[in-house]
């Protein structure tokens, strides 16, 4: 996990925004897909950033991002510990 304030972790939380920013919500799956492409977001990054670790991008157009079963990319759903 890198630290929150390095370039690697600016350039993912931008990347995840975006992400749900440009992302249509399926009332009846109750799950949001992203809609925007990897390479739109790569280009909005460049204009924000000048260098962009590919690495920050791994979202696809058409993933399931949060889902209601919990299985949704930016769902970290850990067991509870006891």
Same mark, same amino acid.
Not at 24 to 30: H, K, N, T, V, Y
Not at 54 to 68: F, H, K, P, Q, T
């Given at each position: 996990?890198?630290?929150? !304030?390095?370039?690697?972790?600016? =350039?993912?939380r931008?990347?995840?925004?975006?992400?749900?920013?440009?992302?249509?919500?399926?009332?009846?799956? %109750?799950? *949001?897909?992203?809609i925007?492409? *990897? =390479? *739109?977001? @790569?280009?909005?990054?460049? =204009?924000? @950033?000048?260098?962009?670790?590919?690495? %920050?991008?791994?979202?696809?157009?058409?993933?399931?991002?949060?889902?209601? !079963?919990?299985?949704? *990319?930016? =769902?970290?759903?850990?067991?509870?510990? !006891?």
């Open positions: 996990m890198p630290h929150r !304030r390095s370039l690697e972790a600016r =350039q993912r931008d990347a995840k925004r975006l992400a749900m920013q440009s992302s249509f919500r399926d009332p009846e799956q %109750a799950e *949001t897909v992203c925007i492409n *990897t =390479q *739109t977001i @790569y280009n909005l990054l460049q =204009q924000k @950033y000048g260098f962009v670790n590919m690495d %920050a991008i791994n979202i696809e157009r058409g993933e399931v991002l949060i889902d209601s !079963r919990g299985r949704g *990319t930016f =769902q970290n759903i850990q067991p509870a510990g !006891r």
